[in-house]
């Protein structure tokens, strides 16, 4: 989940269920997730740009008692898109209705939701980049107009009738921006981006979760967890509950900072927040390869995996970190991928010979 932001984006496919650091979350952990989400603006952490500019829009809305512009949400997964879309419609006192790209595969699905849909109401569609092409053209339509135009007959003696739609607001939430077109992306009056949170930003979700989840949590504890999750709140609260749990089973009860590492080393998450896929892409390209450059679907076989899995799961959060870099040649190991591993840096390419 995301608490202070961690949403459930789509795209669950490549994660292995066994990780611990993969920024999706399936159907059974959106459950777990539920009780630890921010039900108001002031009570989401993190993300101080967006939720400032947010507030604006919602409190000049319900001052002209209108709905307010649509909203693009943008951003890795597991930042609190879909917390932000809940929390609008609670904020706005609407009711939410839900859907997500990859079911809406043709236009009759969306006019079927968009006619359905009340005034005020919020109409929030995860995943938006992935909408379908003719239901797409019908929400530009929607979106601008409030309306739709239904097909009647088929053929040459097909006619449109245009059913008139109720003020509302469409929350889009993508973690691919970039797939959106053009005349879907401006029809969005405010488009926020998410950005990764810093570890003391995730203390105080941490500290937010454990209250809900009525577990004494140090503030050590929560330093050494915030600094293993990636920068995601949805990691930092699934490695709170593996924290409670080895807590419960090999400990007092107390998260403390022993606990901590102890639980983390059980699940084979490292420092740097590094997993057993991140360090076998590491060991395989420093240790195998000599630092690359190495193809992929190389570097996928390997350590085991699927090039997509390498590609979608590992790659962008060791990128990131700048322990690996992508070159037109291949993947290559940086200075801190060897530290990382405890093994001397190699000199630069061209330098043993002068």
């Known amino acids: 989940m995301e608490v202070g932001g961690a949403e459930e984006d789509g795209d669950v496919e490549p994660y292995g269920a066994e990780s611990l650091v993969r920024p999706v979350a399936d159907e059974p952990e959106r459950a777990a997730e539920a009780a630890l989400r921010p039900r108001r ?13 947010l507030s604006l829009v919602l409190q000049a809305a319900l001052g002209r008692g ?36 990859p079911a809406i595969q043709h236009a009759g699905d969306l006019a079927a939701v968009l006619s359905s849909l009340e005034e005020g109401e919020v109409l929030f569609i995860d995943e938006i980049h992935r909408l379908a092409r003719p239901a797409e ?9 409030f ?22 607001t469409v929350v889009g939430a993508t973690t691919r921006a970039g797939l959106l077109p053009a005349p879907l992306r401006d029809r969005f009056g405010f488009t926020g981006h998410l950005d990764f949170y810093d570890d003391a930003e995730l203390e105080r979700v941490l500290v937010r979760s454990a209250g809900l989840l009525g577990v004494p949590l140090d503030v050590t504890a929560a ?44 699940y084979e998450v490292d420092e740097r927040g590094l997993d057993r ?11 195998r ?41 291949g993947r290559v190991a940086l200075p801190p ?12 390419a061209g330098t043993l010979f002068g």
Not at 77 to 90: D, Y
Not at 151 to 156: C, L, N, R, W
Not at 227 to 242: D, H, K, M, Q, V
Not at 277 to 287: G, M, N, T
Request: charged share 25%; hydrophobic share 45%; proline share 7%.
């Open 289 to 329: 390869f000599g630092g690359g450059p190495v193809g992929l679907t190389t570097l996928a076989v390997a350590v085991g995996e699927e090039p997509e899995t390498v590609e979608t799961v590992a790659e962008p959060f060791l990128v990131r970190e700048g322990l690996i870099g992508r070159t037109s040649r």
């Open 223 to 266: 330093a050494e967890i915030a600094s293993r999750s990636r920068g995601t709140p949805r990691i930092a609260n699934r490695l709170l509950r593996r924290v409670r749990d080895w807590a419960q089973v090999r400990g007092d009860g107390m998260l403390s900072l022993a606990a901590a590492r102890s639980a983390l080393e059980v």
């Open 337 to 348: 991928a060897w530290e990382h591993l405890g093994l001397p840096v190699p000199p630069p």
């Open 277 to 287: 896929l991140d360090r076998s892409v590491l060991d395989a390209l420093c240790r």
């Open 147 to 168: 309306r739709v135009d239904v097909i009647v007959g088929k053929g040459a003696g097909a006619s449109a009738i245009p059913l008139s739609l109720p003020p509302f």
């Open 137 to 145: 053209e019908l929400l530009y339509v929607a979106m601008e107009d």
């Open 41 to 53: 603006l002031d009570e989401f952490v993190g993300q101080r740009v967006v939720r400032d500019q």
């Open 66 to 101: 209108r709905a307010p512009d649509h909203v693009l949400l943008s951003g890795p997964p597991g930042l609190g898109k879909t917390t932000l879309a809940m929390i609008i419609a609670a904020e706005l006192g609407a009711s939410l209705r839900v859907t997500s790209g």
